[in-house]
């Protein structure tokens, strides 16, 4: 069964890059799909980050392009988020999600749990 | 981008009744519409992809419907374990994007 799996700091102070990690186990990333990040500020929507192909192409959220990279480590079975120069509007919990087996690359089927990541000096 | 606006925000409704949220895209996306349910402190969960399709194992009193810009997602009878909130999203365009959610509560 697939699991994705956030990990990195709870903390980041502002104007820093937040740094998350997803690893994922039950299949390999380089097999295919979009891999994608959702963040969610506490008590508000979910936004979609961006998403990344086993290959390494992407896509991202144009309001959050100019400060986003995700990259894919096919060797550790793992993908990850780079987001710089944060604020207080970062704050939020952050997801990994996968497509469900054979779905088209928006439709998120396993979800990470979330990882809380809170801005703030 | 592609605008989700989702209405209405928050519902009250009894026990068996039929609940209906709908969602609207500023452009046509054709099926391309997903729903989730999200319950507190947990990640969303699929219930309903390409805007009509089940997914396995959701009870069939969940559906969806339309195609274009306008969607629904009904409840057909609410029951206590559907206490959540839930969201629309679009994936025509590949900057995907949610709508702003209905949280369901019991009346």
């Known amino acids: 069964q697939v699991q994705l799996q956030e990990s990195g700091p709870g903390l980041v102070k502002p104007s820093e890059t937040l740094s998350l990690t997803c690893a994922v186990s039950?299949?390999?990333?380089?097999?295919?799909?979009?891999w994608g990040w959702i963040r969610q500020p506490p008590g508000k929507g979910l936004e979609w980050i961006g998403s990344?192909?086993?290959?390494?192409?992407?896509y991202y959220n144009p309001s959050l392009k100019s400060r986003v990279t995700i990259s894919v480590d096919t060797s550790k079975n793992q993908f990850s988020l780079k987001l710089s120069s944060v604020t207080a509007a970062d704050t939020a919990v952050y997801y990994c999600a996968r497509p469900g087996d054979g779905y088209s690359h928006g439709i998120f089927d396993y979800w990470g749990q979330g990882t809380l990541v809170t801005v703030s000096s | 981008d592609i605008q989700m606006t989702q209405s209405p925000s928050s519902l009250s409704a009894s026990v068996g009744d039929r609940v209906t949220i709908t969602c609207q895209a500023s452009q046509d996306i054709s099926n391309y519409l997903n729903w989730y349910q999200q319950k507190p402190g947990k990640a969303p969960k699929l219930l309903i992809y390409d805007a009509s399709n089940l997914e396995t194992g959701v009870p069939s009193r969940f559906s969806g419907s339309g195609s274009g810009t306008d969607f629904t997602f009904t409840i057909s009878s609410l029951q206590p374990e559907d206490i959540a909130t839930y969201y629309c999203?679009?994936?025509?365009?590949?900057?995907?994007?949610f709508g702003g959610g209905t949280k369901v509560e019991i009346k």
């Open positions: 999203q679009q994936y025509d365009n590949p900057a995907l994007t």
């Open positions: 990344i192909y086993h290959s390494g192409s992407t």
């Open positions: 039950g299949y390999s990333i380089s097999s295919g799909y979009y």
